[in-house]
């Protein structure tokens, strides 16, 4: 169990590296901040999700591996986003409500359809097969193809010819690929380890695999959102706190569930749909307080207390389902 902590170390400052490093070589690119915290920052926040995911599929811990996810996208809106809205205003682009929270959206319904096959065909096993994750892969690379699009638009013309030709050289210096290394490796070891300490606690505690993911490891693989996205917001860069959360939600479910699914088959718990449904009424309540209540396309305080709210009576009822 001693190295459930050291795992999270590790998780966390392999996260740091990764995004240093990437950020750096996306600076050299000259790509615009949304589309970095949508992507590249959004994918180095992942990677514990990810690692904690590919070691859950591999050890046969299907309950942690749906409860990481499931857990992270509620954690990154209630908590990440309504954190960040009390210490200063959230805003948002109209683009971005228009076009990528709806993304996220699509995202979380796209998995429910998918998860439950029971209620399509009794008769059936509700699994998240090899061929599921196939087609969350394929949602995916449609969402790279759009940030890519994005991209090329936000670039004056000269850039857009170079962009995705020019290298970086090594007179450049090695010190992005030297985080980006270290990172990855310090994900791996954090993520083997973090895994078999929460198998050993629920064992030990004589709780569920998937409270543990729901919980513990889902707040644990959110606080690289949760970090990155509140100093973007206290230096007042809300385009990659903004980017960072939803394009964490969309590559949790596309990339990593799809990962996830195509390594081992996930069987799915219709008990589950508790927490598909918060992720669902989380991004709708997003949708709804930036276009409907208060300020548009703004998060304030008030609204960063009521997410808070909601993720202190979800954490209440599924501690008290067990």
């Known amino acids: 169990m001693a190295l459930f902590g050291v795992g999270f170390v590790f998780l966390i400052k392999g996260a740091d590296f990764l995004i240093d490093g990437a950020s750096l070589i996306a600076k050299k690119f000259g790509i615009s901040a949304f589309v970095v915290g949508l992507t590249i ?57 228009q076009k990528e ?28 097969s090899r061929d599921d994750g196939i087609i969350l892969i394929a949602f995916f690379m449609f969402f790279l193809y759009y940030v890519y699009t994005i991209a090329r638009k936000g670039k004056p013309k000269k850039e857009v010819e170079q962009f995705g030709h020019e290298k970086f050289a090594l007179s450049d210096g090695l010190k992005p690929f030297l985080y980006i290394i270290i990172g990855l ?5 954090g993520g083997d380890w973090v895994i078999n300490g929460a198998i050993s606690i629920a064992s030990y505690a004589g709780v569920s695999e998937s409270l543990i993911g729901l919980t513990i490891l889902a707040i644990g693989t959110s606080l690289p959102e949760l970090v990155t996205t509140v100093v973007a917001v206290g230096k007042k860069k809300s385009d990659i706190a903004v980017g960072n959360i939803i394009g964490s939600n969309i590559f949790n479910i596309f990339w990593i569930l799809g990962v996830s699914a195509i390594i081992l088959p996930i069987p799915f718990d219709a008990s589950m749909n508790f ?14 307080f930036l276009k409907y209540v208060g300020e548009k396309y703004q998060i304030n305080k008030w609204q960063g207390m009521v997410f808070l709210t909601f993720y202190t009576i979800f954490l209440l009822l599924i501690i008290m389902r067990g």
């Open 41 to 97: 920052v959004a994918f180095g926040t992942s990677v514990p999700e990810l690692v904690v995911n590919i070691s859950a599929s591999l050890h046969g811990s299907s309950d942690i591996a749906i409860g990481n996810i499931l857990g992270s996208n509620i954690a990154n809106i209630f908590l990440v986003l309504g954190v960040s809205a009390v210490m200063i205003p959230v805003v948002v682009k109209r683009r971005v409500m």
């Open 275 to 288: 927490e598909v449904l918060t992720v669902v009424l989380a991004t709708s309540l997003m949708i709804v």
């Open 185 to 189: 490796a310090g994900l791996v070891l």
């Open 101 to 128: 929270i709806p993304i996220s959206l699509l995202a979380i319904l796209v998995m429910a359809f998918i998860a439950n096959d029971s209620l399509v065909d009794p008769g059936e096993t509700s699994m998240i």
